[in-house]
């Protein structure tokens, strides 16, 4: 009889690995994301500003589950003078910074070749010349659009035209390719590079920051909208990047978490970015050894348990904090309700996990891998449609483009939202409890 950490392993290989898709996706992505970014250096004044790009979110921590059909591409934005923006945490907002242009716009203005920043900088920036996100969101979607009608709203892959829709989805500027055989989108998302040595962090989070040259601003718009908006996401995605290296079973450990609450619709609030923040906390809890030493099940039910501490309802809530700025938690918003069903599938699954590990039968067996596939994955038919809902049991919606997962305004990489349920176990470092 196989145990569970066989059984886990053969689920990561049967329906997590993503390279049997790979070549054919990024083909066409490469081509896309190459002839946008070409054409948006032409627009002016953003193509003075733009300096490279990074495959971000979780295709670029090698976290991607499944097929790869979702792209984040951080296109990064460096000003003249950049290093001379004055950076300050938001007070009004924990995780956000403000961006002061002050005295880059002093220099600028005595700089005939850099006339045309500093006329388009004047018009995104307050009386107080603090940037303003929504207004350098406008500038950049106006960029996209012109920058894709001179491509004919389409791109050219080995001879064959496609079709491309453009939409603007939180911090993103997200591209749709919706082809018979190819359908994928791509996520832009745009981030103020900015240096090591402006950064903001406690003295706690700088040890994670070392021999990191840049950090980004990520424009992400507050919720509910708010015109004239000055606070800007901080993104630390180099850092937690060269945290996750090296720590043997930690990517399979997240890419698992992360098909569990695929394979549960009430898990659907728990973004990929809170997973990978509960484990950033756990690089920063466990020594170095835990990683490799213990087996892929152990860690697994240990993050499990971790999770539904964070979930915890009863009396007081648990929560997830901000790595990066722990006054920030990425739970607060979720309701009771939320925080309830959640936690109650957390803790199911940890006791099945818990006595497969004990005993794993044909019927545990299974339920592992209904717990980490889909019907299609395994096989399987899917069920009959029933009053309007979709096949998988879930309320049909008529979406196309098809809606993404919301990412954590970074490349993802993002940032926080909410999320859960009762427990009173004792807290973990990253999980207070209030």
């Known amino acids: 009889m196989s145990n569970l950490e066989q059984e886990l392993q053969r689920n990561v290989a049967n329906f997590i690995n993503i ?15 190459d002839t946008i970014y070409s054409t948006l250096k032409s627009e002016m004044p953003m193509g003075k500003w733009l300096c490279g790009h990074k495959l971000g979110g979780s295709y670029g921590d090698n976290l991607k589950i499944t097929k790869p059909d979702e792209f984040d591409l951080v296109i ?35 700089q005939e070749h850099n006339k045309i920043t500093f006329t388009n900088l004047k018009k995104i920036v307050t009386a107080n010349n603090l940037l303003l996100e929504d207004k350098l969101q406008d500038m950049i979607s106006g960029a996209f659009k012109r920058a894709l009608n001179k491509m004919g709203d389409k791109v050219i892959v080995d001879g064959r035209p496609s079709k491309i829709v453009y939409r603007r989805c939180g911090p993103a500027h997200t591209v749709f390719i919706d082809e018979p055989n190819m359908k994928y ?14 950064n903001v962090l406690g003295p706690e989070q700088l040890k994670y920051f070392r021999n990191i040259q840049y950090w980004d601003a990520i424009p992400k718009p507050l919720k509910p909208f708010q015109s004239n908006n000055i606070s800007f996401r901080a993104s630390y995605y180099d850092a937690e990047k060269e945290m996750l290296k090296d720590k043997e079973k930690l990517k399979s450990v997240i890419k698992l978490m992360k098909k569990f609450r695929d394979s549960k619709p009430n898990m659907n609030n728990i973004k990929s970015y809170y997973i990978k923040t509960l484990l950033l906390w756990q690089i920063k809890s466990r020594p170095a050894t835990y990683w490799k ?13 971790e999770l539904s501490k ?66 299609e994955e395994r096989g399987e038919p899917q069920r ?30 993002g940032q926080p939202a909410a999320a859960v349920s009762p427990a009173q176990k004792q807290p973990a470092t990253n999980c207070v409890i209030t």
């Open 185 to 198: 989108s791509v996520d832009f998302v745009p981030a103020v590079r900015l240096s090591a040595k402006q």
């Open 293 to 305: 030493n213990k087996k892929l099940y152990e860690i697994l039910i240990d993050m499990f348990d």
């Open 76 to 110: 990064y934005l460096k000003f003249p003078e950049n290093d001379k923006i004055i950076v300050k945490k938001d007070p009004r907002k924990p995780g956000n910074v403000t961006l002061d242009m002050t005295e880059v716009l002093n220099i600028l203005h005595n």
């Open 310 to 375: 964070c979930l915890a309802v009863t009396g007081r809530n648990g929560k997830l904090l901000f790595f990066w700025d722990p006054n920030l938690d990425m739970f607060a918003a979720f309701t009771q309700n939320q925080r309830s069903s959640m936690y109650d599938c957390v803790v199911a699954k940890q006791y099945s996990l818990m006595r497969a590990a004990g005993n794993l039968t044909k019927d545990i067996s299974d339920n592992v891998t209904c717990s980490f596939s889909n019907r």
């Open 384 to 413: 009959r449609p029933q009053n309007g809902q979709a096949g998988n049991g879930q309320p049909a919606a008529a979406v196309n483009p098809p809606q993404r997962r919301p990412q954590n305004g970074q490349a993802g990489n």
């Open 19 to 33: 390279d049997a898709n790979r070549k054919v996706y990024t083909r066409h992505y490469d081509a896309l994301r």
